[in-house]
């Protein structure tokens, strides 16, 4: 099957045309030429959904899970170049720009590539998310099958470590026991520290 690309998110969108002038002009690199010709590529921008890892264990990860924003992947010269998170403030609802960074964009892109690719083999439609677990610093491009979670599979893209992913598919059961023994282990650092 394929990715179900998700809908635009016509409100994300005007904060984000409204204010990535201004924050381009104050933060692109000197080798982008006036901000650069960023346009905003077709195929995102991908929902982002964050959870807690102590909440994997009680709830599942699919229902731990909470969509918190947008991930926007901007392009310069059809090359991915900056990536934008548009968050929903809880206390107002309100949307804003939380995050502009030059790094990342390329991992991000990259991982979208190969979930095409996996995606193209499989008999399940899925639809890709950004899964943040911020308190281990792992970031993932989450392919959520519909029909039950088991189906789903996580491309890992960034690290605590800071290292280079290897960028495969891997299944919920998998990634699920890779991230409760890391919430695991960051549990008994903390005990230590204290």
């Keep these: ?42 195929c995102l921008p991908i929902p982002i959904y964050s959870v807690a890892p102590d909440r994997i264990l009680k709830e599942g990860l ?3 899970a909470v969509r918190v924003g947008w991930r926007f992947i901007l392009m310069q010269d059809k090359r991915p170049t900056v990536v934008a998170d ?11 720009v939380t995050n502009v960074s030059y790094d990342g964009a390329i991992a991000i892109s990259q ?15 899925y639809s890709p998310r950004i899964l943040e677990l911020p308190s281990l610093a792992v970031q993932t491009l989450w392919l959520h099958g519909h029909n039950v979670d088991r189906e789903d599979a996580f491309i890992v893209f960034e690290t605590f470590d800071g290292e280079e992913q290897p960028l495969d598919p891997v299944s919920y059961r998998k990634f ?8 695991h282990q960051a549990a008994e650092f903390a005990d230590v520290g204290a």
């Design 111 to 125: 991982a979208w590539d190969t979930a095409e690719q996996f995606s193209s083999h499989q008999s399940v439609e």
């Design 176 to 183: 699920t026991d890779e991230m409760i023994a890391l919430s």
């Design 86 to 96: 548009i968050m929903k403030l809880p206390d107002s609802g309100r949307l804003v």
């Design 62 to 64: 699919v229902n731990a």
């Design 1 to 42: 099957m394929s990715l179900k690309h998700p809908e635009l998110p016509k409100a994300a969108v005007a904060v984000l045309n409204s204010k990535l002038p201004g924050l381009l002009a104050r933060t692109a690199p000197k080798d982008m030429e006036d901000g650069g010709k960023i346009e905003v590529q077709p």
